[in-house]
């Protein structure tokens, strides 16, 4: 079992919600992100999410796409991702680490995944692939590394099924129409349309897009099995990455999970 | 089975190999919906009647297929006709799309219209037909774009659109794009996106070659008419790829024509300043779909160098892509100096100030035209007029108004 199922196995057992912390690699610098992904983990997130830098992020506001930026003008990419995985694994062997980026630079770095023989890496996300598609079948996963798929609130009965049918690892549920840190969240509708994937699916269904305040995760977490976190992190990073002095993101963590304990 | 005619897309939007709907699932059902809706309206009489109607008293159609006199004198070889899509209204071949997709937005009861523009062509035929029906419209355009084109952003604006400058990224169309999808994201079920090219997520490739084919259509009876025979060759300006599908899909099958795709070669294509990822690129994905693109060994997109704002883009159509490896179209490259030198020529030659975009298919025609003989019969997609130009080429000329 790889550490990311695991980990929501366990958190299920124990009836906790998950917490999942978003955070580009390379931004500020390879090191820092490191850093950054232990006191993260220190502050109270079950599972990190690694962006993977992309000139071209459609999904992401501006908030996640200037943090690309700074990463790739850092040179980072999927091609030196192992860079900061591997770092951050000599300091942690437990907690899951997703890659989460656009189809293009999998595409072109499939040995990505020859590369992760020790399994350091456990999850993909890719955002810009129809979720009814296997990741499998472009030579961008194996067996060893699940593979997480995006259900969004335009997304019809017939397509959450064929969906869910397709993700390991957990579904992640677009709270809203938008782009990451934007802010019109539908509680009500949110519900709903995660009491339907849950119908379908067999693995955890995690909330994210849109998550700011420990009230809005609070509310999240309780029609969920977890929340992300990312823009809120990835602006207090550009703010706090002239100093390096990243305290308060570690006691945001902190009050995020304690929401929704 | 016809399996040496083209027929594609396939069911799942995909052309060999090329295209599909690589989007955020935000954007599947509104996709989905529209390829409903096109399937379901394109072969009714009553839109049909309706989409030439349009073309016929709004735009201006059929656009003349005109020689070339002194052009084709110029050469000294061969009959240049030129396909005149500058005498639409608007000044391009744009608007022939807009045109029929404000028809599938009215279906859809959409009320908000967005779209991305490069040159301004497509944001200017857009802001028409959103105005012509009372829709509220919203363009993206790149910030280096909108400094370059600002003639065309001025018209937008007098048409009642909105135009956000895009200052993300290379600020030009790729960025324009990335943000009108953000927006479409965003938007999505009260806003109809208006493409502006045969790029983007299935079924957009196809709805806008279908709705430009028009033009190729027209080429087909105009050259019966005009000279009782189909012609040595087809060139068309390549950027998204547009216009040159438009012209060349009614001839795909009709292998006597050679179809010629000028993609912009900016300071040359061996300095890798340049947008011709057809030329010097390799397969990838960008903006949904699956195509040959500038993208570095990191699957990075790369930033273009192009003098045109129109063909100013990494990527293009996927139709474009299958044609390249089938080897049933020709696709080449000229530099910005070789369009700036053609955009002068055919200026004086022929009485008509092309785009810089379509400067790049005049440009070709030093190479292409030694092919032939005086029998031969080039026609020269002309996709776009140059008055949006004057204050680029002005200001590379030395002069100041």
Same mark, same amino acid.
């Given at each position: 079992?790889?550490?990311?199922?695991?980990?929501?196995?366990?958190?299920?057992?124990?009836?906790?919600?998950?917490?999942?912390?978003?955070?580009?690699?390379?931004?500020?610098?390879?090191?820092?992100?490191?850093?950054?992904?232990?006191?993260?983990?220190?502050?109270?997130?079950?599972?990190?999410?690694?962006?993977?830098?992309?000139?071209?992020?459609?999904?992401?506001?501006?908030?996640?796409?200037?943090?690309?930026?700074?990463?790739?003008?850092?040179?980072?990419?999927?091609?030196?991702?192992?860079?900061?995985?591997?770092?951050?694994?000599?300091?942690?062997?437990?907690?899951?680490?997703?890659?989460?980026?656009?189809?293009?630079?999998?595409?072109?770095?499939?040995?990505?995944?020859?590369?992760?023989?020790?399994?350091?890496?456990?999850?993909?996300?890719?955002?810009?692939?129809?979720?009814?598609?296997?990741?499998?079948?472009?030579?961008?996963?194996?067996?060893?590394?699940?593979?997480?798929?995006?259900?969004?609130?335009?997304?019809?009965?017939?397509?959450?099924?064929?969906?869910?049918?397709?993700?390991?690892?957990?579904?992640?549920?677009?709270?809203?129409?938008?782009?990451?840190?934007?802010?019109?969240?539908?509680?009500?509708?949110?519900?709903?349309?995660?009491?339907?994937?849950?119908?379908?699916?067999?693995?955890?269904?995690?909330?994210?897009?849109?998550?700011?305040?420990?009230?809005?995760?609070?509310?999240?977490?309780?029609?969920?099995?977890?929340?992300?976190?990312?823009?809120?992190?990835?602006?207090?990073?550009?703010?706090?990455?002239?100093?390096?002095?990243?305290?308060?993101?570690?006691?945001?963590?902190?009050?995020?999970?304690?929401?929704?304990? | 089975?016809?399996?040496?005619?083209?027929?594609?897309?396939?069911?799942?939007?995909?052309?060999?190999?090329?295209?599909?709907?690589?989007?955020?699932?935000?954007?599947?059902?509104?996709?989905?919906?529209?390829?409903?809706?096109?399937?379901?309206?394109?072969?009714?009489?009553?839109?049909?009647?309706?989409?030439?109607?349009?073309?016929?008293?709004?735009?201006?159609?059929?656009?003349?297929?005109?020689?070339?006199?002194?052009?084709?004198?110029?050469?000294?070889?061969? #009959?240049?006709?030129?396909?005149?899509?500058?005498?639409?209204?608007?000044?391009?071949?744009?608007?022939?799309?807009?045109?029929?997709?404000?028809?599938?937005?009215?279906?859809?009861?959409?009320?908000?219209?967005?779209?991305?523009?490069?040159?301004?062509?497509?944001?200017?035929?857009?802001?028409?037909?959103?105005?012509?029906?009372?829709?509220?419209?919203?363009?993206?355009?790149?910030?280096?774009?909108?400094?370059?084109?600002?003639?065309?952003?001025?018209?937008?604006?007098?048409?009642?659109?909105?135009?956000?400058?895009?200052?993300?990224?290379?600020?030009?169309?790729?960025?324009?794009?990335?943000?009108?999808?953000?927006?479409?994201?965003?938007?999505?079920?009260?806003?109809?996106?208006?493409?502006?090219?045969?790029?983007?997520?299935?079924?957009?490739?196809?709805?806008?070659?279908?709705?430009?084919?028009?033009?190729?259509?027209?080429?087909?009876?105009?050259?019966?008419?005009?000279?009782?025979?189909?012609?040595?060759?087809?060139?068309?300006?390549?950027?998204?790829?547009?216009?040159?599908?438009?012209?060349?899909?009614?001839?795909?099958?009709?292998?006597?024509?050679?179809?010629?795709?000028?993609?912009?070669?900016?300071?040359?294509?061996?300095?890798?300043?340049?947008?011709?990822?057809?030329?010097?690129?390799?397969?990838?994905?960008?903006?949904?779909?699956?195509?040959?693109?500038?993208?570095?060994? #990191?699957?990075?997109?790369?930033?273009?160098?192009?003098?045109?704002?129109?063909?100013?883009?990494?990527?293009?159509?996927?139709?474009?892509?299958?044609?390249?490896?089938?080897?049933?179209?020709?696709? $080449?490259? $000229?530099?910005?100096?070789?369009?700036?030198?053609?955009?002068?020529?055919?200026?004086?030659?022929?009485?008509?100030?092309?785009?810089?975009?379509?400067?790049?298919?005049?440009?070709?025609?030093?190479?292409?035209?030694?092919?032939?003989?005086?029998?031969?019969?080039?026609?020269?997609?002309?996709?776009?007029?140059?008055?949006?130009?004057?204050?680029?080429?002005?200001?590379?000329?030395?002069?100041?108004?």
């Amino acid at each position: 079992m790889n550490r990311l199922t695991k980990k929501l196995t366990d958190l299920k057992e124990e009836n906790k919600k998950a917490l999942v912390a978003y955070l580009v690699a390379g931004d500020p610098d390879i090191e820092t992100t490191v850093e950054l992904i232990k006191l993260l983990v220190d502050s109270g997130a079950d599972i990190i999410e690694i962006g993977v830098p992309f000139t071209d992020p459609i999904a992401e506001g501006p908030i996640i796409q200037k943090a690309h930026d700074r990463a790739l003008a850092n040179d980072v990419s999927l091609k030196t991702i192992y860079d900061i995985v591997n770092k951050f694994r000599d300091l942690d062997n437990e907690t899951p680490l997703v890659l989460m980026g656009y189809l293009n630079t999998f595409l072109s770095h499939k040995k990505l995944i020859e590369e992760n023989q020790n399994n350091a890496i456990d999850s993909i996300l890719v955002v810009d692939i129809p979720g009814e598609l296997n990741l499998a079948d472009y030579g961008i996963t194996n067996e060893t590394i699940n593979t997480i798929s995006l259900i969004s609130p335009t997304t019809k009965k017939d397509r959450i099924q064929s969906i869910a049918k397709n993700s390991s690892g957990f579904i992640y549920y677009v709270t809203l129409r938008g782009v990451t840190g934007a802010s019109n969240l539908d509680v009500k509708e949110i519900n709903t349309n995660i009491d339907e994937i849950k119908k379908h699916a067999s693995v955890p269904v995690l909330a994210g897009f849109g998550i700011k305040s420990k009230e809005d995760a609070k509310l999240l977490a309780d029609c969920s099995d977890g929340v992300i976190i990312g823009s809120s992190i990835v602006q207090m990073i550009e703010d706090d990455s002239q100093t390096k002095e990243f305290d308060r993101i570690g006691a945001y963590i902190t009050q995020i999970k304690q929401a929704i304990s | 089975m016809t399996t040496n005619k083209h027929n594609w897309p396939d069911k799942d939007g995909f052309f060999g190999e090329y295209g599909g709907k690589f989007v955020p699932e935000t954007l599947m059902h509104a996709l989905e919906e529209l390829e409903k809706t096109y399937n379901n309206f394109k072969d009714k009489p009553e839109f049909k009647e309706q989409f030439y109607k349009d073309l016929s008293e709004f735009v201006g159609r059929p656009s003349p297929l005109y020689f070339a006199e002194r052009l084709t004198n110029h050469y000294g070889t061969g #009959s240049i006709w030129l396909k005149r899509e500058d005498l639409n209204h608007t000044g391009a071949h744009k608007i022939n799309n807009t045109i029929g997709q404000i028809l599938l937005a009215k279906y859809m009861g959409k009320e908000r219209i967005i779209a991305e523009t490069g040159a301004g062509q497509h944001g200017v035929a857009t802001a028409t037909v959103a105005a012509r029906l009372g829709l509220e419209c919203h363009i993206y355009m790149g910030a280096e774009d909108v400094q370059r084109q600002s003639l065309n952003v001025y018209r937008m604006k007098l048409l009642g659109a909105e135009v956000h400058s895009v200052e993300s990224g290379s600020a030009t169309l790729k960025d324009a794009l990335n943000e009108a999808l953000r927006d479409w994201v965003t938007n999505v079920d009260n806003t109809y996106y208006i493409i502006g090219s045969v790029t983007g997520p299935h079924p957009y490739p196809m709805i806008v070659r279908d709705f430009n084919s028009v033009v190729g259509e027209e080429v087909v009876a105009q050259s019966k008419d005009l000279f009782n025979d189909m012609p040595n060759a087809i060139v068309a300006c390549v950027g998204g790829g547009s216009n040159a599908m438009g012209i060349f899909y009614p001839f795909i099958d009709i292998k006597e024509t050679r179809l010629i795709g000028v993609e912009a070669g900016g300071e040359g294509v061996e300095t890798g300043e340049h947008a011709a990822p057809l030329n010097d690129g390799t397969p990838g994905v960008l903006h949904g779909a699956l195509s040959y693109l500038m993208q570095n060994d #990191s699957g990075q997109v790369k930033a273009t160098k192009s003098v045109s704002a129109g063909l100013d883009y990494p990527g293009v159509g996927p139709e474009h892509s299958l044609l390249k490896d089938s080897g049933r179209a020709e696709y $080449v490259a $000229v530099t910005d100096k070789a369009a700036l030198k053609a955009f002068h020529e055919v200026s004086e030659l022929e009485g008509i100030i092309p785009a810089l975009e379509t400067a790049h298919a005049f440009a070709y025609l030093d190479v292409l035209m030694k092919d032939f003989d005086s029998s031969a019969n080039i026609i020269v997609n002309v996709s776009g007029r140059g008055d949006k130009d004057i204050n680029t080429v002005a200001e590379i000329d030395g002069i100041k108004f």
